[in-house]
């Protein structure tokens, strides 16, 4: 997504479970603070493509439950 360029984001990746549950997954994206998240996220509320994502999840009821959470990054980085 172009947005993650413009806000100075990372997309770390899109982790499933293995095992266990199968309707559970997690996108990783990374921001340099929580400023550049906010931005993230102003823009994301703007975008066309995304406010088409949402409508279509909405529609096909595929997200249940949406969560955000900010993890501090421990230890040097080694993909950026």
Do not use: P
Not at 13 to 24: E, L, P, Y
Not at 52 to 64: F, H
């Amino acid at each position: 997504m172009a947005l993650f360029d413009v806000a100075a984001a990372s997309r770390w990746g899109t982790f499933c479970r293995r095992k266990a549950w199968d309707n559970i997954a997690m996108t990783l994206i990374g921001f340099k603070n929580l400023a550049d998240y906010e931005k993230y996220r102003e823009k994301l509320m703007e975008d066309s493509d995304a406010k088409g994502n949402v409508a279509q999840a909405r529609e096909s009821r595929c997200i249940l439950i949406e969560d955000r959470c900010w993890f501090d990054r421990i230890g040097e980085a080694h993909n950026d």
